[in-house]
Nanobody, 127 residues
Framework: QVQPVESGGGLVQAGGSLRLSCVAS????????MGWFRRAPGKEREFVAA????????KAADSVKGRFAISRDNAKGTVYLQMNSLKPEDTAVYYC????????????????????WGQGTQVTVSS
């Protein structure tokens, strides 16, 4: 099984950018589809972005489309979330998640599909 560990969060002004990283170690990284989720204060956890095992296909929530991009480097066992044009409403704890899958073409938007979660990294966007 993999253990995801996130990094890269912090405080940024509105309109700025951050790149989150998630290293997933402990198993063969290419066996896992990966996703990013977030939980804002007082809100439910929500889907942000997901990628297939190869990284050839991705999905993103409507709220972040055109601003956020998920990618992965299979050689480094790392998945990234590039966040541009950040807004105060993007403030949340961001979580990386992994699911072992035999499918090469499927990415998952539902949190219940994921088996392994990181501890989260705080992103705060000031206005």
């Amino acid at each position: 099984q993999v253990q995801p560990v996130e990094s890269g969060g912090g405080l940024v002004q509105a309109g700025g950018s951050l790149r989150l990283s998630c290293v997933a170690s402990g198993d063969t990284f290419t066996n896992y589809a990966m996703g990013w989720f977030r939980r804002a204060p007082g809100k439910e956890r929500e889907f942000v972005a997901a990628t297939t095992k190869s990284g050839g296909s991705t999905k993103a929530a409507d709220s972040v489309k055109g601003r956020f991009a998920i990618s992965r480097d299979n050689a480094k066992g790392t998945v990234y979330l590039q966040m541009n044009s950040l807004k105060p409403e993007d403030t949340a704890v961001y979580y990386c998640a992994a699911v072992r899958t035999y499918s090469s073409s499927t990415s998952y938007t539902e949190a219940r599909r994921y088996d392994y979660w990181g501890q989260g990294t705080q992103v705060t966007v000031s206005s």
